[in-house]
């Protein structure tokens, strides 16, 4: 979807929704208003090669249902994700509302691994990531630890900085003297893809930047995923809920979205 065009949803089959604007882009089922992309990790993958040859910024974000229910309240943060290029299904929660609507999602997209699968694509095809966000020190170890497991990959900068406003100019300006290719942003949601949002043109060399949440905590092992059985049947939000009780309160809009799909659907 292009940025600067108006966005303009064509709908094509129940709650599909393709951009007028970028016919050849992925179909994408429209959950509570908020475009899903209809893809699986593999074609992710693809999309994000194709993006790297057009010089404009593309984002990406990791959508789960917490995310479809924020920007029912937040203008900004629907809008966001409305103009985002890929919204990728990163929620199991996502995947029941694509069967309740009708629409199937083919899988989820985790945002965690996408960080792993796209590094591993900058190292082969020697672009430059830059890792932005988290606590100090944080992107440095976690920069490392991918350098350690993708020995080729060049990690442009990192920086931990905020994503408050006066340090915004100062962070864009280091990011582009960096000549990143590529950008991971963890500053949590909608933080970090309302940066993202708000830089795309500022941002001169970035091709593709994503808001990746906590996965810089992950990789430096500040925070552990769940089991991969505990993934594969679904229950990572349970995990990370019993790991990090402060959520309750962010997860309580779980029952709500699942109220509302049943509703709509
Ligand atoms: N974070 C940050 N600055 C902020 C808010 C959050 O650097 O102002 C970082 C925080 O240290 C963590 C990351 O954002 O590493 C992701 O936070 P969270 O786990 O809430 O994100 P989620 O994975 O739920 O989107």
Not at 205 to 228: E, H, K, N, W, Y
Not at 233 to 260: D, I, Q, T
Request: charged share 25%.
């Amino acid at each position: 979807m292009n940025f600067n065009a108006e966005v303009v949803l064509e709908m094509t089959e129940n709650h599909y929704l393709r951009s007028k604007s970028d016919d050849n882009g992925p179909q994408s089922l429209q959950i509570l208003g908020i475009p899903v992309h209809v893809v699986t990790t593999e074609e992710v993958i693809e999309l994000v090669r194709e993006y790297m040859k057009t010089p404009r910024l593309h984002q990406i974000a990791t959508v789960n249902p917490e995310f479809v229910m924020a920007a029912q309240e937040d203008g900004e943060f629907c809008r966001v994700l409305m103009e985002a290029d890929l919204c990728i299904p990163d929620g199991v929660g996502l995947l029941l509302a694509g069967r309740w609507l009708g629409q199937p999602l083919p899988e989820r997209v985790a945002g965690s691994t996408l960080v792993y699968r796209l590094a591993e694509l900058s190292a082969d095809e020697s672009w430059r990531l830059f890792l932005l966000g988290s606590a100090p020190g944080v992107a440095e170890e976690a920069g490392q630890k991918l350098q350690m497991k993708y020995p080729k990959l060049e990690i442009a900068g990192t920086f931990a900085g905020s994503p408050e406003p006066r340090e915004n100019e100062a962070i864009v300006q280091m990011i582009n003297d960096s000549q990143a290719d590529m950008l991971f942003v963890a500053y949590g949601a909608p933080k970090q893809d309302k940066w993202i949002a708000r830089n795309r043109s500022a941002l001169t060399t970035v091709r593709v930047a994503m808001g990746i949440g906590g996965s810089l905590d992950f990789i430096t092992g500040r925070a552990v995923r769940a089991p991969g059985w505990v993934q594969n049947v679904g229950l990572e939000w349970l995990h990370r809920l019993y790991k990090e009780p402060w959520r309750w309160r962010r997860m309580a809009s779980l029952p709500k979205f699942a109220l509302k799909v049943m509703r709509d659907a």
